[in-house]
């Protein structure tokens, strides 16, 4: 393991690295959702939701890796914008379901290829082995920082 020393170059802190790749994760992508009304912080859920509506409003705060009054304020945000609808179920009061509207669901066929785009600009002169390198390095670090969280690093590309 280095010493602190090489560490102070922010260029050899696998933090700083990670931290500066996420924002230009974050510009890229949102500068193709936001022509449609979606903010980053709106796509972390939409992007969810896609692949599993009418999670709790726990279970998505959980899988988004968010806490839940953040959640909420997102979730405010989303139904403000005519994306997702809250429903308590009838059997069960206390817990709060979130659904895609029509509006939503149609969004996927649109954004979801901006995302692709992003990952294959972002990917863009590395071999297929170093992408899977790559991805496994990531959800290993992933699940080093965040034990209690493991299924949270899944092994798709989404942004």
């Known amino acids: 393991m280095k010493d602190t020393r ?3 170059d922010p260029n050899n802190s696998i933090g700083y690295l990670t931290r500066i790749a996420f924002r230009a994760f974050s510009r890229a992508l949102e500068e193709r959702t936001a022509p449609h009304g979606v903010s980053s912080g709106q796509w972390r859920f939409l992007r969810v939701l896609w ?54 669901k149609a969004l996927e066929a649109v954004l979801m290829p ?3 785009e992003v990952n294959r600009i972002a990917l863009a002169g590395l071999t297929e082995a170093e992408i899977e390198v790559l991805r496994r390095a990531l959800a290993q670090v992933g699940r080093n920082l965040s034990p209690a969280a493991v299924d949270e690093f899944p092994t798709d590309s989404a942004v």
């Open 114 to 116: 901006a995302v692709a």
């Open 6 to 8: 090489f560490y102070a």
């Open 51 to 104: 692949r599993e509506d009418g999670l709790t409003q726990r279970e998505l705060s959980r899988r988004v890796g968010m806490r839940e009054p953040t959640t909420v304020i997102a979730l405010k945000s989303l139904e403000r914008s005519g994306f997702v609808e809250r429903r308590k179920q009838t059997d069960d009061r206390r817990k709060m379901h979130v659904y895609l509207t029509p509006e939503a």
